[in-house]
């Protein structure tokens, strides 16, 4: 694979792998200030534990299969409906079709949850929000790392951004309003995308594929960045009334 194969994946990997700790951090944080640090550290903890385990196990026997033509194929295919979820999800926040996350409602409704609950329940709460989180995470690594085999830098720039959003988490000791989540989500989208559908061309014709070559993956990724846009824009343009 070439570097910008493996440039693209790692920028996508950091980035969405930022926006599912700063969700999951929102949940550790509110139950940490609420029933203390080491309950939510601990659970926290232990869902990293899983998470890790899983990832180091599957990446290594994906690697097993890199001549299994089929098996690139649904690699391609995963990337793309993660894509497509992350880009469609962006679009209807950005067209007012769903509100956007709110990290300070979701604070302040999981502090007013463990304050009702045992502190068992509030273990779980927090081993199930990371788990759940990074479940996308180790999707996105294991993923990207089987086609570009670069599975460790991407491992890497995951936990990179783990360390970046519990620092900040830390320090500001309050919900990360600020994390641009929904465009970064798009970026993500159109970055998956981009390579889910570079990849399964390549699966399903071969080298052939793309006339362009690695070039092909920014055109994709601007083709998809700028539909997203302009559906978008179309979208606000509907009367409120009118939208589906």
């Known amino acids: ?30 139950i940490a200030l609420t029933d203390g640090w080491p309950l939510a550290l601990g659970a926290a903890g232990s869902g990293l534990a899983v998470l890790a385990a899983a990832t180091l196990a599957l990446g290594p026997l994906l690697a097993l299969g890199a001549a299994i033509r089929w098996l690139r ?26 509100p956007l996350h709110d990290e300070s409602a979701a604070f302040a409704r999981t502090r007013a949850e463990a304050a009702n609950a045992r502190r068992r329940a509030s273990w779980i709460v927090v081993f199930k929000a990371v788990v759940l ?46 994390v641009p989540e929904n465009t970064l989500k798009f970026a993500v989208g159109t970055l998956l995308l ?41 979208v606000l343009q509907v009367p409120r009334g009118e939208r589906a």
């Open 1 to 30: 694979m070439t570097a910008m194969h493996i440039s693209g994946a790692w920028l996508a990997a950091f980035a969405g792998a930022a926006v599912e700790w700063t969700e999951a951090a929102t949940i550790v944080l509110a």
């Open 73 to 98: 194929l649904l690699v391609g295919i995963f990337l793309l409906l993660m894509g497509v979820r992350w880009l469609a999800k962006s679009v209807a926040r950005s067209a007012g079709l769903k």
């Open 133 to 178: 989180e990074g479940v996308e995470v180790c999707g996105i690594v294991i993923a990207l790392g089987y086609q570009t085999g670069a599975f460790a830098p991407l491992a890497a720039a995951a936990a990179a951004a783990l360390v970046a959003v519990a620092v900040a988490a830390f320090v500001v000791r309050g919900p990360l309003t600020r």
């Open 194 to 234: 981009a390579f889910g559908t570079y990849w399964t061309g390549e699966a399903v014709a071969g080298s052939a594929a793309w006339e362009w070559g690695d070039l092909t993956i920014p055109l994709l990724a601007a083709v998809y960045a700028g539909s997203g846009w302009l559906l978008s824009r179309v």
